[in-house]
């Protein structure tokens, strides 16, 4: 039976006195509290109101 196995190639991380995970936290953090914030979307703005009066004058005559 043959057994594959494969060693990493890439070089090991640089020691930066465990500063880099904070920092791309908190760099994740605002870049999506940015794209929250400033989206030009607002689905509230579109929302629909209702039937029209093509809906009503199809189902006047259905009602009672």
């Given at each position: 039976?043959?057994?594959?196995s494969?060693?990493?190639?890439?070089?090991?991380?640089?020691?930066?006195?465990?500063?880099?995970?904070?920092?791309?936290?908190?760099?994740?953090?605002?870049?999506?509290?940015?794209?929250?914030?400033?989206?030009?979307?607002?689905?509230?703005?579109?929302?629909?109101?209702?039937?029209?009066?093509?809906?009503?004058?199809?189902?006047?005559?259905?009602?009672?």
């Open positions: 039976m043959a057994t594959i494969s060693a990493s190639l890439s070089t090991p991380a640089h020691r930066n006195n465990g500063l880099a995970k904070p920092l791309a936290e908190l760099l994740a953090f605002w870049r999506q509290f940015v794209e929250r914030a400033f989206n030009p979307y607002r689905p509230e703005l579109h929302y629909m109101r209702g039937p029209g009066p093509a809906w009503r004058a199809k189902h006047l005559g259905r009602s009672n």
